[in-house]
């Protein structure tokens, strides 16, 4: 676990210029934002469900560490629950880029609207598709939670 890493990282994605709207981020997806990976399992892919959960649980502790040391400066994130903006992309109402990613990847995102900068932060654990590794994420946005 290295949360200074981590918080450094955010930082820095708070003062880079983001990428065009139509131009990729750094995960190579579309719009205006970096979405980046903090942390990857290795081997939990479609193994051992305790082992998954027991490295679900470690990222959350991890997340929770990261999301402590940036309420000290940004104040206290909201728990937002990406289910219920999953089932509105899967009714076909067009969910904004990086919401909808975080959606298919999480269950839920530590957001906040960092003051000042015109940017929205989200801490997500990804472990929402059993066949993928789980990974710790952050994305930094303009573009509002819909």
Known sequence: MDIARH????????????????????????????LVVLRTSHGVRGGDPAERAAVVDQYEKERDAVDALLAERWGESEIWNLGTVLLRAERAEEIPEPWAELSARARVAYLRDVTGTGRWVALAVADRDPADEVQLLAAVTRTAPP
Request: glycine share 18%; net charge negative.
């Open 7 to 34: 918080i450094a990282l955010i930082d820095e994605l708070c003062s880079r210029p983001l990428p065009a709207g139509h131009g990729p981020s750094d995960d190579g997806g579309e719009g205006e934002r970096h």
